[in-house]
């Protein structure tokens, strides 16, 4: 009694991949409930790409003799991917008092742009302050690169903990000062 496979495995030269697309496609279009050709078209196409494309799961042919079976995996899960995308796609509409709150939460280009110009004469201010100090400076260029804490200040300047612990408090103080002749500058243009 002699003992055969039922399906042999196929090398990958011996597989119709031309009706093997064709069946896949019309598994897909099937899949998608009959509404896209060009969309089942795409995703059995991506199903094969992804057969052969290392980053995706192998094909196992002693788990699974048939490979029709193993794409149809692949294809199955394009398609739940495409349902679930549309389900959170889907057009929500909005009161009229959550719109009216999302426009109070957004602040006005013009307030914005406002408050950047002052935080930019502050910092002009308090350089022009500190010209004479040069850890100050130092601590200056630091904080309008993003490097705020002192620790991270002291690892990037060399400077010691004291040296710029020090020079934070000078640069406050001219900060201050600075805050001061702006908002007595603002004070005077609107009187």
Known sequence: METRAANPVPSPGEVEWHA?????THYTWRCLRRRSLDLAEQFAQDAIAQ??????????????????LHLVKIVRG?????????????????????????????????????????RRTITTLARR???NDPIVLTVLDLLDDGVESQ?????????????????????????????????????????
């Open 20 to 24: 093997l697309s064709v069946r896949l």
């Open 51 to 68: 057969h052969f494309d290392p980053a995706y799961q192998r094909w196992d042919p002693s788990a699974e003799p048939d490979l029709f």
């Open 78 to 118: 394009l398609v739940s991917n495409h349902w679930r995308g549309r389900a959170t796609r889907r057009e929500t509409s909005w009161g009229y008092e959550d719109l009216v709150r999302l426009a109070e939460s957004i602040e006005p280009p013009q307030e914005a742009l406002v408050e950047e110009q002052r």
């Open 129 to 131: 302050r500190a010209e």
């Open 151 to 191: 620790a991270a200040q002291v690892e990037v300047s060399g400077r010691t903990p004291l040296e710029i612990r020090n020079a934070r408090r000078r640069l406050s103080t001219h900060v201050a000062a600075a805050i001061r002749i702006v908002d007595e500058e603002v004070q005077h243009g609107q009187a």
